[in-house]
């Protein structure tokens, strides 16, 4: 019998071993489970032991162009988007069927994403599980789906306007590797309860959550063929046709700022709706009177799950006064935090998603040093890992300090666990220094002052931001950038309407003679 800690298994090879033997390789197009057309299929990659983990249905434009027709088949021939109980009913049923296989799911995402074990009591697998479904559901009862207006006729006759919401229709759903569930459940759950049909591409550096999503769907629900479609591929010319196909109406995307630019310019062609959840280069602001021990519990979320998190607080403005002192003692927590095998229940860093990425991380490092910079600690790969782990994709816990919030290190997202820190003169500028920057997804600020701290807050030019260890996340609560960090919201009633058109009908009451 396998050692197991908790529901998974205790290492990250048998995780592996066991994601393989259990994971879902095809592919969900028109309510069938199948291969691609042409066979063709690309490998899932451990980020932790660099091992073969399985290999997944790579869909090529054929079968895109299968998923596309059935999305819009679905939508303008069936009772989907008009059917309220249908879809209630069927969100419920994807409810249970998913938390019927949490355990897999646990084991997958460490086993694929290379997530910390720690991190799927929460954003990575249970919060989503718990919400992000159930939310939804209760707003196709709850939703004010119309609403009238009176007035505006001619010639004294009666007018009456109804302003009725409508779902958008086909919606390219893209997602990433990161937080797969979380993303993939927080666009499903809206789009599905709004009465849209979906062509869910999963990140092709970890498919198998999306597609046991899909074996799930055509196993256990009801939902009608070609509701969902979930077509992994790691082509970007067939996943662009998504973009550039005229019979997708909505483009939902999360992931990188430059891939949601292409992204918007290909589906400006055809006038798609673009909701896009993006980078991110968050601040973690501590004022002079901040709890220093709240400061280093903020500095190491930084580097949880290797710093891949767009929303991670991953500039640290410190108070001149203490500056010199938290850099410190940030960089002996860095160099204390647990890495390695993320199938343990005490590593907080595992490694990053790919070597390829590993290569972008380690190069920003190097390149921090020689624009001035100054490397506190980290900044290369990891020492001592156990054989199994040798050909992982594993960065150091990284601290930078420099007086120059314009450097490169400071103004891109790196998206590993790197930690650059800047001191500031008073709070005006810390807010300066906060909002010098393309990004505007996330913050956090820590004062001994609730009011302090949300007068800094209020002046932030971002979308989130929590106040003295406030969380911000909910599937009931809005979430998306400023700026370059996106366009539009994910969750709450915001992030509903995104999933929603708007028509007005006008009608009038002919005058009693």
């Not at 009725?164 to 590797?177: D, H, K, R």
């Not at 998603?353 to 190069?363: E, P």
């Not at 020689?370 to 890992?385: E, K, S, Y």
């Not at 906060?434 to 996330?442: K, Q, T």
Request: aromatic share 6%; with cysteine; charged share 20%.
């Amino acid at each position: 019998m396998s050692e197991t800690v908790g529901e998974i298994p205790a290492t990250s090879v048998e995780s592996g071993r066991r994601a393989g033997e259990r994971a879902e390789f095809r592919m969900l197009v028109d309510g069938a489970l199948s291969p691609a057309a042409d066979g063709a299929a690309f490998d899932n990659v451990s980020p932790a032991t660099g091992a073969l983990l399985g290999t997944t249905a790579a869909a090529g434009v054929e079968d895109m162009a299968r998923a596309i027709a059935a999305a819009r088949r679905a939508f303008d021939e069936t009772t989907w988007s008009t059917d309220g109980p249908l879809r209630r009913r069927c969100l419920e049923q994807l409810q249970r069927g998913l938390e019927a296989e949490r355990q897999e799911f646990a084991t997958e995402l460490v086993a694929e994403v290379g997530c910390p074990a720690m991190t799927l009591s929460t954003a990575q697998l249970d919060w989503p599980l718990a919400e992000s479904l159930r939310y939804p559901a209760g707003l196709i009862d709850e939703f004010a789906w119309e609403r009238t207006l009176h007035g505006g006729g001619l010639f004294g006759e009666r007018n009456v306007r109804t302003v009725v919401q409508e779902p958008v229709g086909v919606v390219a759903a893209i997602c990433p590797s990161n937080f797969p569930v979380e993303v993939i459940l927080n666009k499903l759950g809206p789009a599905l309860a709004a009465g849209d049909t979906v062509i869910l591409k999963p990140d092709p550096n970890t498919p198998w959550n999306a597609t046991r999503i899909g074996r799930i769907i055509a196993e256990k629900t009801d939902i009608p063929p070609g509701v969902v479609n979930v077509v992994p591929t790691p082509a970007n010319d067939v996943a662009a046709v998504l973009a550039t196909d005229p019979r997708v109406d909505m483009i939902s995307f999360t992931g990188s700022t430059a891939v949601g630019r292409t992204l918007m310019r290909l589906g400006a062609d055809t006038m798609k709706r673009t909701f896009l959840e993006l980078g991110g280069k968050s601040a973690l602001i501590v004022l002079d009177d901040a709890d220093p021990a709240a400061a280093l519990r903020g500095a190491v979320g930084a580097c949880v799950h290797a710093g891949q998190a767009c929303a991670a607080t991953t500039r640290m403005l410190v108070h001149r006064s203490v500056f010199d002192e938290m850099v410190t003692a940030v960089a002996a927590a860095f160099d204390a935090v647990p890495v390695g095998d993320p199938a343990r229940p005490d590593t907080v860093v595992g490694p990053v998603i790919s070597a390829a990425q590993r290569d972008r991380v380690l190069d920003a490092c190097t390149r921090a040093v020689t624009d001035g910079a100054r490397l506190i600690t980290g900044g290369g790969g990891v020492d001592a890992l156990p054989p199994e782990l040798a050909r992982g994709h594993f960065v150091r816990p990284t601290v930078f300090a420099c007086d120059d919030p314009a450097l490169p290190i400071a103004q891109e997202e790196i998206f590993g666990p790197v930690l650059v820190m800047i001191p500031f003169a008073d709070d005006e500028d810390a807010i300066r220094i906060a909002n010098n920057s393309v990004y505007g997804l996330a913050g956090a600020v820590l004062s001994g002052s609730a009011e302090r701290g949300m007068a800094v807050a209020r002046r932030i030019r971002t979308g989130a931001i929590g106040v003295n260890g406030g969380m911000f996340y909910g599937a009931d609560a809005p979430f998306g950038g400023y700026k370059n960090s996106g366009v539009g919201r994910q969750c709450g009633l915001e992030g509903f309407q995104q999933y929603l058109e708007t028509k007005t009908i006008g009608y009038r009451i002919p005058r009693q003679r």
